[in-house]
């Protein structure tokens, strides 16, 4: 079955930096569009980045843009998203999502930066 599992969340401070991994299984991971989304506490879910199949097309959210990198490798079927500069407001839970023919979502992991 299709499985996205989501690691390298935590704790760290303003300013700095941390990497998330989502690792994917159960489908042919190089054949798809991959994303980030987040979700803070009383918000909606919103795009942070997305990648398409072969990495020659990415696009980020104004919030991020110059300090986050998504990146993919499809011979380790696994995504990226690289987070430096990071400030409080980017505190939130992490969702790994695959745009098969429905989107499918990881389970999240939780991105806590103190000020």
């Known amino acids: 079955q299709v499985q996205l599992v989501e690691s390298g969340g935590g704790l760290v401070q303003a300013g700095g930096s941390l990497k998330l991994s989502c690792t994917a299984s159960g489908f042919t991971f190089s054949w798809w569009r991959m994303s980030w989304y987040r979700q803070a506490p009383g918000k909606e879910r919103e795009l942070v980045a997305d990648?398409?199949?072969?990495?020659?097309?990415?696009n980020y959210a104004d919030s991020v843009r110059g300090r986050f990198t998504i990146s993919r490798d499809n011979t380790k079927n696994t995504l990226y998203l690289q987070m430096n500069k990071l400030h409080p407001e980017d505190t939130a839970v992490y969702y790994c999502?695959?745009?098969?023919?429905?989107?499918?979502w990881g389970q999240g992991i939780q991105v806590t930066v103190s000020s």
């Open positions: 990648i398409n199949s072969n990495s020659d097309r990415t």
């Open positions: 999502c695959a745009h098969l023919r429905e989107p499918f």
